[in-house]
């Protein structure tokens, strides 16, 4: 038995609904998508993790070596770099968390389970747009720094912030694609009559 509750509203402004799911049916899906998530996730973390390291040791000693030769854009480089890795492996270990599938046996835990995952991805899409725009932010004081130390860059910068709005547009539209299957998780899981962890 569904109630008012149950409904989530689509992009286009549909109301959907999950009536009398059969668990049979659900389960070996569901299955399949956590079989598949995981290895995504193991993906992410034995590529993510490394990168968010080198890039803080990048970082610093970039950091470093604007500092010792006055170069200060390159300052202001190593700290966008050095944020940019803090974000990155924040967002990987967010993921370390919902990593393994093997637990989730029942219907119910790999309900729980994906829910998680959406939004912890949820978070990592945020956590990359933050990422996008201290890059931008960062590097327009860079080139603020050098034009007025020693005249402007060769390269334009309007290259790189295009770049960098065309992966925050990348980040927002996967996030727009992420949240109503994220709904809709969660309307199954009411629909079998237990609540998902929040």
Not at 28 to 37: C, F, S, T, Y
Not at 49 to 70: A, C, K, Q, Y
Not at 116 to 141: E, K
Request: one cysteine or more; aromatic letters at 6%; proline letters at 4%.
């Amino acid at each position: 038995m569904t109630t008012p509750h149950d409904d989530y509203w689509d992009d286009l402004g549909v109301t959907w609904r999950a009536i009398n799911p059969d668990a049979s049916v659900i389960a070996p899906l569901i299955e399949a998508r956590v079989r598949r998530q995981s290895a995504l996730i193991a993906a992410a973390l034995a590529i993510g993790l490394p990168f968010s390291v080198i890039g803080f040791g990048l970082g610093i000693f970039t950091i470093w070596r604007g500092w010792t030769t006055e170069s200060f854009h390159f300052v202001t480089r190593g700290a966008a770099i050095v944020t940019i890795a803090i974000l990155m492996a924040i967002a990987m270990l967010s993921l370390l968390v919902v990593r393994r599938g093997r637990t989730a046996a029942t219907v119910s835990a790999m309900l729980d389970l994906s829910i998680a995952r959406a939004q912890r991805t949820l978070i990592g899409i945020r956590l990359g747009i933050a990422a996008c725009v201290i890059a931008a932010v960062m590097g327009l004081v860079g080139t603020a720094i050098r034009t007025r130390a020693s005249g402007p860059p060769l390269m334009s910068p309007v290259v790189d912030l295009v770049l960098l709005a065309l992966c925050a547009l990348g980040l927002f539209t996967w996030g727009r694609n992420v949240r109503p299957h994220l709904h809709q998780l969660r309307a199954v899981k009411r629909a079998l009559g237990t609540e998902g962890h929040e």
